[in-house]
């Protein structure tokens, strides 16, 4: 089963949190504080592997989490950061943001790339020591590991896509001038998958062709299966446009051409703009005034022209030839440059440090997600964590947000089921 398409959920590791501990030993007094930081988060990361040709496992498996941080310990000694989730996907294979659609990573090398990164570890409490503070009993907690709905987009690698009506020979042209061994039959939609095959011109001269599964007219729109497969003419350096010249069918090659074309414009304007070799085949079972009155229309638009005959061969030799000669004029697969952050991106990061105030029957309520982890570290009954958790509020601006509510000295603050008086 050809899958091409799949959305996932990533989540890399949070940081482990900071410890709290005093060093104990004897003969040592008053060892102070020797809480360790926590370890970093394992990042989420993706790799090329050949031996996938489809997206077909992220159909069963959606979710990818990447292991925690370990925290801090004594005697100073650092968590053990998590180890990366290596996540492996084809060749081509593009990665988006799902909400924005953005770029985020093309996975056409052997490079991998970091879509998710971990979060750090928290500092420990031996970091918090000071001259008027020499008994910290509080630590940081591990920062949380980004997390992204992605979608991917396999868009394969060819140097040629072959384009055009169902059953107008492409499957059989491929396999006459590569190895492929794609399904063929005389009825449409023979080919349900993109074929790639490896066509050898000379020894050290090769490239590769994708057969494209039959385009009909409305493809942009999501008729037949062209929606589902011209992406994959997206990379394509030369489109070989395909025509069936003897109208063995009953349909007009010219109106066939402009039909394919059309599509192409809809789906992306610069593929119909990208070089074309036209190919007219089933020369053989043609009539010479049918090649004619289609030559002289490509030729006025001056695309290259070939009449072939891929059941028989005859001038397939010259059309791979001549098609080599382009691709070497022609720059080189396009790959996708990842894109900035979208401004409703930023903005929502800019959210996570946002708060809300509601005051019902005397009680302020404060939702502020980025103070959840930060509480759970607090020491109530320590007067250094408590200052900490003070400076917290008010450079948080959580503070003068209260006063501005009309909050008064002994009013009741409410932080995630956690409650006390408000202290000027």
Do not use: W
Not at 164 to 180: D, Q, R, W
Not at 360 to 382: C, H, K, Q, S, W
């Amino acid at each position: 089963m050809f899958v091409d398409q799949a959305k996932i959920q990533i989540k890399a590791g949070d940081g482990g949190d900071g410890a709290v501990s005093f060093h104990r030993e004897k003969y040592v007094a008053a060892g102070g504080p020797d809480g360790g930081d926590g370890g970093k988060g394992g990042d989420i990361v993706f790799q090329v592997d050949d031996n996938f040709s489809t997206l077909i496992d992220f159909r069963y498996k959606r979710k990818y989490v990447a292991q925690r941080g370990e925290n801090g310990g004594a005697k100073r000694c650092t968590g053990k950061s998590a180890p990366d989730l290596v996540i492996r996907v084809p060749r081509g294979t593009v990665i988006l943001d799902s909400k924005t659609g953005r770029i985020m990573a093309d996975l056409s090398t052997d490079k991998p790339q970091i879509l998710a990164k971990g979060g750090k570890g928290g500092k420990g409490n031996m970091h918090f020591a000071t001259s008027t503070r020499q008994i910290p009993r509080f630590a940081k907690p591990g920062f949380p590991g980004e997390a992204f709905e992605v979608t991917l987009e396999l868009k394969l690698l060819a140097d040629v896509g072959l384009v055009g009506f169902p059953n107008v020979g492409k499957s059989t042209l491929i396999s006459v001038v590569s190895a492929a061994k794609p399904k063929i039959a005389n009825y449409h939609f023979t080919t349900l998958t993109p074929v790639l095959g490896l066509v050898r011109v000379a020894e050290e001269q090769s490239f590769v062709m994708a057969d494209i599964p039959g385009l009909i007219e409305g493809a942009s729109d999501g008729v037949g299966l062209g929606h589902d497969f011209l992406r994959h003419v997206e990379r394509c350096r030369l489109i070989l446009h395909v025509v069936d010249i003897s109208g063995s069918e009953g349909r007009d090659p010219i109106e066939d051409y402009e039909k394919i074309q059309r599509e192409l414009e809809q789906f992306r304007t610069e593929l119909a703009e990208r070089p074309q070799i036209v190919v007219a085949n089933k020369c053989d079972m043609a009539q010479p005034e049918q090649i004619e009155r289609f030559r002289t229309y490509v030729t006025e638009k001056g695309l290259p022209f070939y009449e072939i005959s891929a059941a028989t061969t005859a001038g397939t030799k010259e059309l791979i030839q001549a098609t080599a000669d382009l691709l070497q004029t022609l720059p080189p697969i396009l790959q996708y440059e990842p894109e900035a952050p979208f401004p409703e991106e930023l903005a929502e990061q800019a959210s996570k440090s946002r708060f809300e105030i509601e005051v019902e029957d005397g009680i302020y309520f404060i939702d502020a997600p980025f103070l959840e982890p930060i509480l759970r570290t607090v020491n109530m009954d320590d007067y250094s964590s408590l200052q900490y958790f003070q400076r917290v509020l008010r450079s948080s601006g959580i503070i003068e947000a209260l006063e501005e509510k009309g909050i008064q000295e002994g009013d009741t603050v409410n932080i995630f089921g956690f409650e006390f008086d408000f202290v000027v």
